[in-house]
């Protein structure tokens, strides 16, 4: 039986890791790619038709290989940036974008939290601010504030505030 790592010397310690990796890399790329339980693991097509734009092997059930997949996405991004944002506000909040318009004004176009104007509805200032806990949306604020939000919600960063701005008067 081998030493504990705990008992060799830092140099037998670093080439036992090596090694270790060594064989966990060898395993990896023995693993036989047609493998089912390996191909339903990772969605990739079940009979090794090739990507629809580069050609490789393993792709994900949408005929695209991941790296195709993700350029897929980045330029249906710069094609149309609101569509992304809708998605994107759908997967995280689960609230439509027409949502997030309607709450824009109900607002009347100004911050939840500290009622200063907004930038428009689907620009980068405007933020989707929400209850960790519960999930619930609760209004649409500015950076910083979400920010300051997130800080004052935990209590006792909010009283190690309270203490640090009397303490630099």
């Known amino acids: 039986m081998g030493k504990r790592v705990a008992d060799m010397t830092p140099e037998e310690a670093d080439r036992e890791r090596r090694r270790d990796r060594e064989r966990r890399r060898k395993a990896r790329a023995s693993k036989d790619s047609s493998n089912a339980a390996y191909r339903k693991r990772w969605g990739l097509a079940q009979h090794g038709k090739p990507c629809k734009k580069c050609g490789l092997i393993e792709r994900c059930p949408n005929g695209n ?17 609101i569509a992304s944002k809708k998605r994107q506000i759908k997967r995280l909040y689960g609230i439509e974008g027409a949502e997030k318009e309607r709450m824009y004004r109900q607002q009347g176009g100004n911050c939840e939290f500290c009622r200063k104007p ?4 689907w620009s980068r200032g405007c933020h989707v601010e929400h209850d960790h ?8 604020v500015h950076h910083q504030c979400n920010v300051a939000i997130g800080i004052l919600e935990n209590e006792d960063y909010a009283m190690f505030a309270k203490e640090y701005f009397k303490w630099s008067k």
């Open 65 to 81: 290989c991941r790296p195709c997949g993700a350029e897929a996405q980045r330029i249906a991004h710069k094609r149309n940036p």
């Open 118 to 121: 907004l930038p428009h509805v």
């Open 133 to 140: 806990k519960t999930g619930r949306v609760r209004g649409l």
